[in-house]
């Protein structure tokens, strides 16, 4: 099976990529000294040499230079293009299909497997032309290689101007993750590079800088130029540097190792992880992540026996199944965020908030307003995370609630929510939440609300059903099945056929109990069309239409005394309605908002999770103008006198906005075109569209879901849409929180196979009962049907 390219490191064979801060300033020079100092070391360990692209006269390429002046190393080029131009340009030129990344990667690998079964030893895999000098496929090097994870020996520039080409490769090696572990470069008496260098590695980075004298000038007779070169690689000083070089980076490289394979032995004595009973947890159950790069994570693998360390990958390539808690879009280690977070960190670092802009503050409210096309919305807070941007939300909802009604300040208010709703774990997010395993032992909780129970959505033994419990069915009817999940978000039709009239009527029946009962509340908020933590439940988006549009229509029901018409088709009616779009918003579900689903807009919503792509604490609250009105007053008392030290900081939100428009791009692409093509609009659905803004669609195959609901005995139902798998495994003692039934599932996925990228597996993480596993908005196609195959053999 196809499967990621893991990380080139074993226990026995030291690899190292050499990367040059230019072109033409003796890579392959160097390369051919460590190499022979290699071979000459008393271990006697085989040496190898890799060049993955060369370009000009083959009697010309790097591995002929090896060939004839390191006797004895293995050597081997896998692209060879004729012409000495850029990779790209020759490759075009060649007339031969371009090698993809991935297949010249793979090919990297197979090569370092090979020098790795002849036991210990060194590989050198050299790079061509500078740092950022393109491949074959156009990307440059120093992103092309980033998912081998290779430590570097950056050869600098002696020439003018070569102190800022070095530091340059190294900074744009650096904030792409290369570990840099030296810098090698010739003697020049007349510029001197070479000690300004090692001054500022050595100050700046602790990098050991090693110099060693220019080679001879090219001589005309090739005879004369071979025996110069031959002498030159005798010299002394060139072999005693060499061997210098050679010490440090096997240093280096047992310290990697020793610091891999005793990272969850300290762990496990001195952090404290968050929503888990570390009673029960043993080092061994804790998973060492070294690297990362798009959907993958670079894990340790403990050795089985002694005798499979040798010649055993360290790291395996795990699927990052949860998209890292749900906020991983765009791939991990992002070029593109982390040149935005660069950018914004030199130009600005952190500044204040209050009175003052920067333009990725504004430009990124601006894009968010955008994006959201809902008319209400006109106003963006900043916070650190979704859950203390619900509670700025639900600060703006009951402050309205409280001045449009009259209420005193002594007066307690509630929300409306959802049964398993989950809004943060700050103690304001948990009183949102009716108690459950996240809150009821906290000792300050308070469930200040009432949370509405409904129907959900699952796939049933190939049906798509809206699914009623026993006691909701006495107020809504029994479960009804579908042709397709696009029937069920047809909300349009399903209301012309009055579906909506017993959930309406069911929720104004429990809004006037809850009147009668003096209840007073100040808002609703809800996880449009899915609730994560809360079990991964898909709720029939009918069921939450009809509760905004009830309270909407039923100022009344709040207030008995006085209840203002609301100022305009903007203004809010009956009490703020609040979508924590924290997990299901921006593409999560395919589209930029879930509350296109609803055909309701907010008025105020909340976007964390993939608001960075995954690589910075974010938070955005938009809010009306409305809303934003009520905290206007000479006093500044009645301000939001809310925030913190880093508001609306401008890495953050360089990244975010760099991030949004990146899946806005992706979008008009057509980047997912092949996810819209998986049979969800299928000519049946009465929800079809022309327009992609209407379509209902999932990372994941229809025929796929609709046959794992099949497996009756283990499961009782699936659901999918956008990135988003969650399936729903039986369990006789209860479905929930402390359910175990999906563990089974989890370790199969969890188990380690053999690809023809190295070892890999899915990291996945379950919800009791449920087993979800997420993508990014990144993810490939191949990945997904990796996936797939996977759980067909867990399931079926």
């Known amino acids: 099976m196809k499967s990621p390219v893991a990380s080139l490191l074993w226990r026995s064979l030291r690899v190292y990529q050499v990367f040059g801060a230019n072109t033409d300033v003796g890579k392959t020079v160097f390369t051919a000294l460590l190499a022979r100092a290699?071979?000459?070391?008393?271990?006697?360990?085989?040496?190898?040499?890799?060049?993955?692209?060369?370009?000009?006269?083959?009697?010309?390429?790097?591995?002929?230079?090896?060939?004839?002046?390191?006797?004895?190393?293995?050597?081997?080029?896998?692209?060879?293009?004729?012409?000495?131009?850029?990779?790209?340009?020759?490759?075009?030129?060649?007339?031969?299909?371009?090698?993809?990344?991935?297949?010249?990667?793979?090919?990297?690998?197979?090569?370092?497997?090979?020098?790795?079964?002849?036991?210990?030893?060194?590989?050198?895999?050299?790079?061509?032309?500078?740092?950022?000098?393109?491949?074959?496929?156009?990307?440059?090097?120093?992103?092309?290689?980033?998912?081998?994870?290779?430590?570097?020996?950056?050869?600098?520039?002696?020439?003018?101007?070569?102190?800022?080409?070095?530091?340059?490769?190294?900074?744009?090696?650096?904030?792409?993750?290369?570990?840099?572990?030296?810098?090698?470069?010739?003697?020049?008496s007349q510029y001197e590079n070479h000690v300004f260098l090692a001054d500022y590695f050595n100050k700046h980075h602790g990098i050991p800088v090693v110099s060693i004298p220019a080679p001879p000038e090219r001589a005309k007779d090739a005879d004369q130029d071979a025996e110069a070169m031959a002498a030159y690689y005798a010299r002394r000083d060139c072999q005693t540097r060499a061997t210098q070089v050679l010490e440090h980076l096997d240093r280096r490289h047992g310290e990697h190792l020793a610091s891999i394979e005793s990272m969850a032995a300290e762990a496990h004595?001195?952090?404290?992880?968050?929503?888990?009973?570390?009673?029960?947890?043993?080092?061994?159950?804790?998973?060492?992540?070294?690297?990362?790069?798009?959907?993958?994570?670079?894990?340790?693998?403990?050795?089985?026996?002694?005798?499979?360390?040798?010649?055993?990958?360290?790291?395996?390539?795990?699927?990052?199944?949860?998209?890292?808690?749900?906020?991983?879009?765009?791939?991990?280690?992002?070029?593109?965020?982390?040149?935005?977070?660069?950018?914004?960190?030199?130009?600005?670092?952190?500044?204040?908030?209050?009175?003052?802009?920067?333009?990725?503050?504004?430009?990124?409210a601006s894009t968010l307003l955008d994006g959201m096309r809902n008319p209400r919305l006109n106003r963006v807070f900043y916070s650190d995370n979704g859950s203390t941007g619900t509670e700025v939300a639900v600060k703006m909802g009951l402050r309205a609630a409280r001045l449009r009604y009259g209420w005193g300040t002594d007066q307690k208010l509630g929300v409306l929510g959802l049964r398993g709703g989950y809004h943060g774990d700050t103690i304001g997010a948990m009183d949102m939440a009716e108690p459950c395993a996240f809150n009821e032992k906290i000792e300050w909780y308070e469930g200040k609300g009432y949370w509405f129970d409904y129907p959900t959505v699952l796939c049933k033994d190939g049906r798509w059903t809206v699914t009623v419990n026993d006691e909701l069915s006495k107020d809504i009817g029994e479960d009804r099945a579908y042709r397709s999940l696009g029937d069920i978000f047809d909300i349009e039709t399903r209301e012309q056929r009055g579906e909506h009239h017993r959930y309406e009527e069911y929720i104004s029946k429990v809004l006037v109990a809850l009147q009668q009962r003096n209840l007073k509340f100040g808002s609703v908020i809800i996880e449009p069309i899915v609730l994560g933590a809360g079990g991964m439940e898909?709720?029939?988006?009918?069921?939450?239409?009809?509760?905004?549009?009830?309270?909407?229509?039923?100022?009344?029901?709040?207030?008995?005394?006085?209840?203002?018409?609301?100022?305009?088709?903007?203004?809010?009616?009956?009490?703020?309605?609040?979508?924590?779009?924290?997990?299901?918003?921006?593409?999560?579900?395919?589209?930029?908002?879930?509350?296109?689903?609803?055909?309701?807009?907010?008025?105020?919503?909340?976007?964390?999770?993939?608001?960075?792509?995954?690589?910075?604490?974010?938070?955005?609250?938009?809010?009306?103008?409305?809303?934003?009105?009520?905290?206007?007053s000479p006093d500044k008392t009645d301000a939001l006198l809310h925030g913190h030290s880093y508001t609306a900081h401008p890495v953050g939100c360089q990244v975010a906005l760099t991030s949004l428009r990146e899946m806005q791009a992706m979008e008009r692409r057509g980047?997912?075109?092949?996810?819209?093509?998986?049979?969800?609009?299928?000519?049946?659905?009465?929800?079809?569209?022309?327009?992609?803004d209407n379509e209902l669609w999932s990372w994941w195959p229809r025929d796929f879901v609709e046959m794992l609901s099949r497996q009756t005995e283990r499961v009782a139902g699936v659901w999918s849409l956008g990135s988003v798998l969650a399936i729903h495994l039986r369990d006789d003692a209860g479905a929930g929180y402390s359910s175990n039934a999906a563990q089974g599932l989890r370790d199969a996925l969890a188990r380690e196979r053999e690809g023809a990228g190295g070892p890999w597996n899915v990291q996945a993480r379950v919800l009791g009962n449920v087993l979800y596993v997420m993508a990014s908005q990144s993810t490939k196609e191949e990945s997904i049907r990796q996936i797939v195959e996977l759980l067909q053999e867990a399931l079926v």
Not at 312 to 327: E, I, N, Q, R
Request: proline content about 7%; some cysteine; charged content about 15%.
């Open 671 to 692: 980047d997912w075109q092949w996810a819209r093509a998986q049979g969800w609009q299928s000519s049946d659905d009465a929800s079809q569209s022309s327009s992609a």
């Open 269 to 364: 004595k001195h952090i404290w992880y968050p929503f888990t009973q570390q009673s029960l947890l043993k080092p061994g159950d804790i998973t060492t992540i070294d690297s990362a790069h798009g959907d993958y994570f670079q894990t340790w693998t403990p050795p089985t026996t002694k005798a499979a360390q040798a010649n055993t990958p360290v790291l395996k390539s795990s699927f990052d199944g949860s998209a890292s808690w749900w906020s991983q879009g765009l791939g991990h280690s992002n070029p593109k965020l982390t040149l935005a977070a660069a950018y914004a960190a030199g130009r600005y670092g952190h500044v204040m908030f209050p009175g003052y802009i920067h333009r990725p503050a504004m430009d990124l």
């Open 38 to 188: 290699a071979k000459d070391l008393p271990s006697k360990e085989a040496v190898s040499f890799l060049k993955p692209v060369s370009t000009g006269p083959a009697d010309e390429a790097d591995d002929y230079h090896i060939r004839r002046f390191a006797a004895g190393v293995a050597h081997r080029t896998l692209f060879q293009y004729d012409i000495p131009v850029s990779p790209h340009a020759a490759a075009l030129a060649s007339g031969k299909e371009t090698p993809s990344d991935e297949y010249l990667l793979a090919k990297c690998r197979d090569f370092a497997v090979e020098c790795a079964a002849r036991g210990s030893g060194w590989l050198f895999l050299e790079t061509a032309g500078g740092v950022h000098s393109p491949g074959p496929s156009g990307s440059t090097q120093a992103d092309m290689y980033i998912p081998l994870r290779i430590p570097v020996v950056l050869i600098g520039d002696s020439r003018l101007g070569g102190i800022s080409q070095t530091i340059s490769a190294f900074e744009s090696l650096h904030i792409r993750g290369y570990h840099v572990q030296s810098v090698l470069l010739f003697q020049d």
């Open 538 to 632: 898909l709720v029939d988006p009918l069921f939450q239409r009809a509760l905004v549009n009830v309270v909407r229509q039923s100022p009344h029901l709040f207030s008995s005394t006085t209840h203002p018409a609301p100022r305009d088709a903007r203004d809010w009616s009956g009490l703020p309605i609040i979508f924590d779009e924290v997990f299901t918003g921006l593409y999560r579900l395919g589209r930029f908002t879930p509350s296109s689903f609803l055909g309701v807009c907010p008025d105020i919503s909340v976007h964390a999770k993939l608001l960075t792509g995954g690589l910075l604490p974010l938070c955005a609250t938009l809010a009306s103008e409305h809303i934003f009105d009520v905290f206007g």
